[in-house]
Each structure stands twice: as C-alpha cells, then as structure tokens.
C-alpha cells in the first residue's frame, strides 16, 4: 500500500488519540468493587482493552482475555461500569503529545479527518467533546454506530462511502490487530503508532509512526 494518494484518515480513539487507560481502569475497578471483587493492576486493565465496552466488562469481571462473565453479572457490571465512566470520562485521560499539532497539520493537507473506534459511540463522542477534539473530525463511529466493529471492515468502507472516496484513499492509524486487520480487510492504507496499547512490531502495519506529526510527511504529497 502507497500513502501518494490517501485523501481521507481514520483514527482509532483509545490509545492512538487519547491515553484514556487511567479512567478506564478506575472505571473497571469500581464495578468490580461494586461486585465485590479485588481491584485489578492498571496495566492488567490495559490488556483487556480495545474491543469495546461490553467485552471489557467480560474481560474485566473475570480476568481473563476469553473470559464470559454470568449473564446476570454481567448486565450488572455492565451498567455499573457504562454509568460510571460516562461520570468520570476525563478525569486522568489525557491527549498524547503531538495530537493537536497533527490534525491541524492534517487539515493544512485539506485531507477530511474521521474516528473509527470499538468504544461506543455514547462514550467516545462525549470524550471527545470534553477534550476539545470532536469538531477535528468530520464522523466520529463508535463500535455500536453500524452492525459490525474493527476487525470488520464495515465501519472503514462506510466511512469511505460517506466521504465518497475509494477505501484505497483512506488511511487508517491504529494502536491494534483490530486496526490493521480491519485496514486490511476494506483495502486501506494501515498505520500503526509506537507509543499506543499494542506492540507496533507485531502489527505488521504499512508504517509506524512514533508521533501523527509524522503523518503529515507520509501524506503530503499525495
């Protein structure tokens, strides 16, 4: 894949935009204490993260990656947890360094700027607002905003649909296998960061980028 020609980008939200694992993490913990649970380690709370708000609460209530909470558990963490973070969205997350700088660089390049995320969309558009990010980008989907989420390519193809470009013009930056399975699947460019929740060297992405500043040199001349 070649970035001369990309004329639209996707972001990933949670470890690409924002280091949102701090809230995340003390969301997890309160439901578990709801539920009578020991608290878990932040960064064990980091590796259960990036399918989505319900799959966390099965990973979060029973520690484990595959793990299935009850039904009933489950519907109680689940509303705890939905409750609970949309109160405290944006008590420790914060925007990572180079962010702000790269979607004005971005827009400088007039190239239209979108988030694909597995959040809900309930909970991403919100974030975003209160960071002061949600009018950067033209569409913002959330994991429940179409039938199917990253690795699906529905949301990447909508997306390029909607903005009325091929999906070999969009270029979707990720911090996860899900980001670049889903790139992968709809035919995108896929770019991964260094610094987010995943291990970049494993992503086999079509570039790494240490910053989004970056971005601006792979897609200036397109």
């Given at each position: 894949?070649?970035?001369?020609?990309?004329?639209?980008?996707?972001?990933?939200?949670?470890?690409?935009?924002?280091?949102?694992?701090?809230?995340?993490?003390a969301?997890?913990?309160?439901?578990?204490?709801?539920?009578?649970?020991?608290?878990?380690?932040?960064?064990?709370?980091?590796q259960?993260?990036?399918?989505?708000?319900?799959?966390?609460?099965?990973?979060?209530?029973t520690?484990?990656?595959?793990?299935?909470?009850?039904a009933?558990?489950?519907?109680?963490?689940?509303?705890?947890?939905?409750?609970?973070?949309?109160?405290?969205?944006?008590?420790?997350?914060?925007?990572?360094?180079?962010?702000?700088?790269?979607?004005?660089?971005?827009?400088?390049?007039?190239?239209?700027?979108?988030?694909?995320?597995?959040?809900?969309?309930?909970l991403?558009?919100?974030?975003l607002?209160?960071?002061?990010?949600?009018?950067?980008?033209?569409m913002?989907l959330?994991?429940?905003?179409?039938?199917?989420?990253?690795?699906?390519?529905?949301?990447?193809?909508?997306?390029?649909?909607?903005?009325?470009?091929?999906?070999?013009?969009?270029a979707?930056?990720?911090?996860?296998?899900?980001?670049?399975?889903?790139?992968?699947?709809?035919?995108?460019?896929?770019v991964?960061?260094?610094?987010?929740?995943?291990?970049?060297?494993?992503?086999?992405?079509?570039?790494?980028?240490?910053?989004?500043?970056?971005?601006y040199?792979?897609?200036k001349?397109?």
């Open positions: 894949m070649t970035a001369k020609h990309i004329k639209a980008v996707a972001f990933d939200l949670d470890g690409t935009l924002v280091d949102s694992i701090p809230d995340l993490a969301a997890a913990n309160a439901m578990r204490d709801h539920l009578g649970l020991p608290a878990l380690a932040e960064l064990r709370i980091q259960h993260v990036g399918d989505g708000i319900a799959s966390l609460v099965h990973r979060a209530i520690d484990e990656r595959d793990g299935q909470a009850d009933a558990l489950w519907e109680r963490g689940f509303t705890f947890f939905v409750q609970y973070y949309r109160d405290h969205l944006n008590v420790h997350s914060r925007v990572y360094d180079g962010v702000h700088d790269a979607l004005g660089l971005l827009r400088a390049l007039q190239l239209p700027q979108v988030v694909i995320t597995n959040k809900s969309e309930r991403a558009v919100p974030l607002e209160e960071l002061g990010m949600a009018s950067s980008f033209s913002i959330g994991g429940d905003s179409l039938p199917e989420k990253k690795p699906s390519a529905m949301p990447l193809l909508h997306a390029c649909q909607t903005l009325g470009i091929r999906p070999d013009e969009l979707m930056v990720g911090d996860s296998h899900n980001d670049v399975l889903a790139a992968r699947a709809a035919g995108s460019l896929a991964a960061v260094s610094y987010g929740y995943g291990d970049a060297a494993s992503l086999e992405a079509d570039h790494v980028v240490d910053s989004l500043v970056e971005l040199d792979l897609f001349n397109t």
